[in-house]
């Protein structure tokens, strides 16, 4: 599966620059994309420095 949009990756000393953002977590049984498996997807929303939202989903459990 080919991406359209090239994801832009911070370092983490500009993450605060910014007023909000999320940060994302997809955690997979390995590192060969043809074999293995997302097991979660979990994100975290953050409002001027506090979390505000989150979101947790685990998968072919």
């Keep these: 599966m080919k991406s359209l949009i090239k994801p832009?990756?911070?370092?983490p000393e500009r993450l605060f620059e910014f007023d909000h953002f999320a940060v994302d977590d997809i955690e997979t049984t390995g590192l060969d994309p043809l074999r293995e498996?997302?097991?979660?997807?979990a994100c975290v929303l953050v409002v001027k420095d506090?979390?505000?939202?989150?979101?947790?989903l685990?998968?072919?459990?």
């Design 37 to 41: 498996k997302i097991i979660e997807i």
């Design 8 to 11: 832009q990756i911070l370092p």
């Design 50 to 56: 506090h979390i505000v939202g989150e979101f947790s």
């Design 58 to 61: 685990l998968m072919n459990s």
